[in-house]
């Protein structure tokens, strides 16, 4: 059988994967200074595409990149489209990472509107998910006051300090929490719990990462008659009272979680099974 080629974007052409080369000396390389996004394609077909273009571009503004500068949308899903077509992705489930990074030297930049690489990468993945465990983790999450969480910024390294220390412990994410000691998200996605008929979600003022999917599912349960929705700040002690814990990212959506530490949860539920179709029923609305 013959190996299929991997092809990437690199500033709008489509390229073999070895060929796609990017100068040494950026500040996307020296400082991580750029932004990014991931989500997953079902079939071409993308969950709130233009939510992650603005992230994405409002990412691109705090960099300092002015406003000639920024993603348009319709050519941004063209390059995806293209991309996906190439290595044979239009008709699969695939994992899209879009990547810019500033193209300045020279260390610091005061210069307004400096040039970027854009760069995309596809590739499939199983949507079959298995529950996760997760560990608490030394490594926290980041204050806003010093690197604003909402944005997906290249520089993440706190995400995979702790994911690599869950690894280590034989878990497959970590669990971390803010400089005070209360519950924030894990190093790849936000977290939900149920007790009863309340749901639970660290709010913003605990430095999360606002994800597209989280903010989708809290719309959801808001309009759910049996259940209410709190966004707060919660030690750990809350989350061990959980009957069902989960969490979401764009890419696995809703992932139950089976194992914290010690403390096991149901990975499944009625509320599970009925979380699941209402977000494909919402999904399938805000699919472009």
């Avoid at 996906?84 to 307004?112: C, F, H, P």
């Avoid at 530490?261 to 979380?275: G, M, R, T, V």
Wanted: hydrophobic content about 40%; overall charge negative.
């Amino acid at each position: 059988m013959i190996e299929q080629t991997e092809f990437v974007s690199l500033n709008g052409s489509i390229l073999p994967a070895e060929e796609a080369l990017i100068p040494a000396h950026t500040s996307g390389i020296y400082y991580g200074a750029g932004c990014f996004e991931t989500f997953k394609a079902d079939e071409n077909r993308i969950f709130k595409f233009k939510e992650h273009v603005d992230r994405l571009n409002a990412g691109l503004i705090y960099l300092g990149v002015g406003q000639d500068r920024l993603i348009q949308p319709d050519e941004l899903r063209e390059k995806v489209s293209t991309l996906l077509t190439q290595n044979r992705l239009d008709q699969r489930a695939a994992k899209v990472r879009i990547q810019v990074s500033l193209a300045e030297v020279n260390g610091y930049s005061e210069e307004e509107s400096p040039n970027l690489i854009h760069f995309i990468t596809a590739a499939e993945i199983d949507s079959k998910r298995t529950p996760v465990n997760l560990t608490v983790v030394s490594t926290r999450v980041v204050p806003s006051v010093s690197r604003p969480a909402h944005l997906k910024l290249s520089n993440m390294l706190h995400y995979r300090n702790a994911w690599r220390e869950a690894k280590k412990s034989g878990a497959d994410d970590a669990l971390m929490l803010t400089v005070n000691g209360n519950i924030a998200e894990t190093a790849i996605g936000n977290l939900f719990w149920k007790e009863g008929r309340t749901i639970y979600t660290p709010s913003t003022h605990c430095d999360i990462l606002p994800g597209i999917m989280r903010n989708s599912v809290i719309e959801i349960i808001s309009k759910m008659d049996q259940f209410s929705i709190k966004e707060g700040e919660y030690s750990l002690d809350k989350i061990k009272q959980a009957d069902f814990v989960w969490m979401t990212n764009s890419v696995a959506e809703i992932l139950p979680v089976h194992q914290i530490d010690n403390i096991q949860y149901s990975p499944a539920n009625s509320f599970h099974e009925k979380l699941t179709k209402l977000f494909h029923h919402f999904k399938a609305g805000h699919l472009s």
